[in-house]
């Protein structure tokens, strides 16, 4: 009795599986057999490459503080547009007290040295008005030539060799000589002491000058206030990314310092985005793209291709390159930093052009491309030849005209309830 049981099973199992191979192979032929055909039409047909990327303002600027301390007072918000030397910021200075020790310091010693090299113009002043380096060269001078007239006599009388009056001789050249340069540097040397005096008086302004910075952040010399923080452009200001009270850092060669605000030209903006390997050898330099942006999705932009990276980088498995296009802003929406945008670069365009779906054109193994065309109660197959394709149209350049009825190979698939 199970034996009878488990056979009686497997054949139930059998016709089960028969009917289901019967339904589903008659619902294929039922869909294989439809005969929906459409006509060729009229349309725009372009080959384009996607690339995906942000809207960004082509001139972006980070500015920072001179100074390091704590925002005093902020001047401007998000989204305000301001002029060329704007007041952004004001920075309250926090000093450490080692540095105004050691400023301090500089200005006590810069004071002592211009004190000295005051001192000694005033004497060389006097020296120079009484004329005494001359008038000691001078009265050296005359006396060595009186000495050496009375030695050229005891020569003259053999009483002296040649060689004994030639030494008194040569202590009257070096004696006239002395007189000559004394009479010349004493103007020289008293500009000397007067440029001394200069640099001094220079050291001292450059000393109290920096104390005065550490203390109040003024610069004494340029009256450039260095704790109020003034933008270099003009320009709306994208973002200020502190609040009153928070502590910032100067720029230096040492640290990049702390943004204060970030400013940017709106009028002038870029498409920065990636096109794949695969696309980027078809594109160029000066091609329209046609971009969509996410938040404005009832309008298009235009933009001009102006870049394209020449080095790749390897981004999920794929290698990427950068691309860059002017946008062209019509005027009646504003553009945001950082809109998400599709570039549709136009590699080829075609207008009115005859064309079919993708779908219909039927390929053969040498390359030849074939549609059906109904004729009576059946189809017969047609050679034709074609030109672009969007992936959804393809443009037939000879074979077909608008009267000919085309067999839809693929249905389009049917939306749910309906």
């Not at 270099?232 to 973002?239: C, H, K, R």
């Not at 001009?304 to 080095?311: T, V």
């Given at each position: 009795m199970k034996k009878g049981c488990f056979i009686s099973t497997i054949v139930v199992l059998v016709l089960l599986t028969a009917g289901l191979v019967y339904y589903f192979v008659y619902q294929n032929k039922g869909s294989?057999?439809?005969?929906?055909t459409e006509k060729p039409a009229y349309v725009d047909i372009s080959?384009?490459?996607?690339?995906t990327g942000t809207i960004n303002p082509r001139q972006e600027i980070n500015i920072k503080p001179q100074v390091s301390g704590v925002v005093d007072e902020l001047f401007v918000v998000a989204g305000e547009v301001i002029e060329k030397g704007k007041k952004l910021a004001r920075i309250k200075l926090v000093p450490s007290q080692v540095n105004i020790n050691q400023a301090q310091s500089q200005v006590e010693l810069a004071r002592l040295r211009l004190t000295d090299a005051q001192r000694e113009l005033e004497r060389q002043r006097t020296i120079h008005e009484d004329n005494l380096d001359v008038e000691t060269a001078k009265a050296n001078f005359e006396n060595a030539r009186q000495e050496e007239a009375r030695q050229r006599q005891l020569f003259d009388a053999g009483v002296i060799s040649e060689q004994q009056y030639n030494q008194y001789?040569?202590?009257?050249?070096?004696?006239?000589?002395?007189?000559?340069n004394a009479k010349i540097t004493s103007t020289n040397s008293l500009s000397q002491y007067e440029t001394q005096v200069d640099i001094a008086q220079q050291e001292l302004n450059s000393a109290v000058s920096n104390l005065r910075l550490l203390k109040e952040g003024v610069d004494q010399n340029s009256k450039q206030v260095a704790?109020?923080?003034?933008?270099?452009?003009?320009?709306?200001?994208?973002?200020?990314?502190?609040?009153e009270g928070t502590s910032v850092i100067e720029r230096n060669n040492f640290n990049e310092g702390t943004t204060i605000a970030t400013v940017a030209d709106m009028n002038t903006l870029i498409f920065e985005g990636k096109v794949d390997e695969a696309d980027v050898g078809s594109i160029d330099e000066g091609m329209p793209i046609l971009l969509k942006i996410g938040a404005i999705p009832d309008q298009q932009f235009d933009a001009?291709?102006?870049?394209?990276?020449?080095?790749g980088v390897k981004e999920e498995g794929t290698v990427k390159f950068e691309v860059k296009a002017a946008v062209k802003?019509?005027?009646?929406?504003?553009?945001?930093a950082g809109y998400s945008a599709n570039g549709d670069i136009i590699i080829h365009k075609k207008d009115n052009v005859l064309a079919i779906k993708e779908r219909d054109i039927i390929y053969d193994g040498d390359g030849k491309t074939y549609v059906e065309i109904k004729n009576g109660d059946g189809f017969d197959r047609k050679k034709v030849e074609t030109g672009i394709s969007?992936?959804?149209?393809?443009?037939?350049?000879?074979?077909?005209?608008?009267?000919?009825l085309v067999r839809v190979q693929q249905e389009e698939p049917e939306m749910a309830g309906s």
């Open positions: 294989s057999v439809r005969n929906t080959r384009k490459v996607v690339a001789k040569l202590e009257l050249e070096l004696r006239r000589n002395a007189y000559e704790n109020v923080v003034n933008s270099p452009v003009a320009g709306m200001v994208l973002d200020v990314p502190l609040e001009i291709l102006e870049y394209i990276s020449p080095k802003q019509t005027g009646d929406r504003f553009l945001r969007d992936g959804l149209n393809t443009e037939i350049i000879s074979g077909l005209d608008t009267t000919m």
